[in-house]
């Protein structure tokens, strides 16, 4: 079954830290580029990360720059997504989507999406 999952969300405290993983099944991630999404309550889904199928170059948008990083164990066909020092307004669901060939940037046609995972920062 080709699917994309992400797991790794939850609740943390203001300056805490999170690593979601996004892990595909039937189907080799590192051909892919792949990009981070979140969508918060009320507001438009953004793209936050992401990361190059040739060459791993990544890109964060500067909300997140210097906190979020994004990497690939590609042989556990992942990509990681670590939030670091976060913030309440990084609460959202956070999703993955991979675009075969895809390089930088969040304007692809994605061939998949994951479910989701909820990112809570509260105190």
């Known amino acids: 079954q080709v699917q994309l999952v992400e797991s790794g969300g939850g609740l943390v405290q203001p300056g805490g830290s999170l690593r979601l993983s996004c892990s595909a099944s039937?189907?080799?991630?590192?051909?892919?580029?792949i990009g981070w999404f979140r969508q918060a309550p009320g507001k438009e889904r953004e793209g936050v990360s992401c990361?190059?199928?040739?060459?791993?170059?990544?890109y964060h948008i500067p909300s997140v720059r210097g906190r979020f990083t994004v990497s690939r164990d590609n042989a556990k066909n992942t990509v990681y997504l670590q939030m670091n020092s976060l913030k309440p307004e990084d609460t959202a669901v956070y999703y993955c989507a991979a675009v075969l060939g895809g390089m930088l940037g969040f304007k692809w046609e994605y061939d998949y999406w994951g479910q989701g995972t909820q990112v809570t920062v509260s105190s």
């Open positions: 039937g189907f080799t991630l590192s051909h892919y580029g």
């Open positions: 990361i190059s199928s040739s060459d791993d170059a990544t």
